[in-house]
């Protein structure tokens, strides 16, 4: 629902079939396997994995997807999946690895985000080792698949 409200369509993602272009695929809480998510994902995903594309799933369980699809899983504890992200972002705002021109050009409030993922309010910077503390991942797998998001193109 919050795609058609910010974006006037459900459909903002690329086609399925697009999945096969990935050198990275990172499946963060999805389960196409065993939940309907588009006609032939799962095909796609083979073929991306086939390829060479490094898949890597995010989930609090291990899936019929992860165990299927996936070269590396990333258990999380439920609810967490903000921390994450947010420590995700961390490093690549002080790796500068973030599209500044992007964001400069196409988003609003990435100063004030950016503040509060360097703790300047709160003095809480949000690093891997601030998120591994509440989401159970390790602070180095955070960091590296922060870092290889950024990095390997193109990804989904």
């Known amino acids: 629902m919050g795609s058609l409200i910010n974006y006037g369509t459900l ?6 079939d697009d999945l096969t272009n990935s050198r990275l695929i990172i499946m ?5 396997a065993t939940t309907i998510s588009g006609t032939n994902t799962c095909w796609y995903l083979a073929q991306a ?7 890597v799933s995010v989930d609090a369980k ?4 992860a165990a ?3 070269s590396q899983w990333v258990p999380i504890r439920p609810g967490t999946d903000s921390a994450m992200a947010i420590a995700m972002a961390y490093v690549m705002i002080t790796e500068d690895l973030h599209n ?4 400069d050009t196409y988003t609003v409030g990435f100063h004030t985000f950016k503040d509060y993922v360097m703790g300047k309010d709160d003095g809480v910077p949000k690093t891997p080792t601030w998120a591994e503390g509440i989401t159970g991942v390790a602070a180095r797998t955070i960091a590296q698949l922060a870092t290889d998001y950024a990095t390997i193109r193109p990804g989904h």
């Not at 459909?11 to 399925?16: F, I, L, S, V, Y």
């Not at 963060?28 to 196409?32: E, T, V």
């Not at 994995?49 to 898949?55: S, V």
Request: charged share 25%; net charge positive.
């Open 68 to 70: 299927t699809f996936a």
């Open 28 to 32: 963060w809480g999805w389960d196409p």
């Open 11 to 16: 459909h903002t993602a690329n086609n399925r």
């Open 49 to 55: 994995r086939d390829a060479g594309c490094r898949i």
């Open 62 to 65: 291990y899936t019929d997807t």
């Open 100 to 103: 500044k021109s992007f964001l």
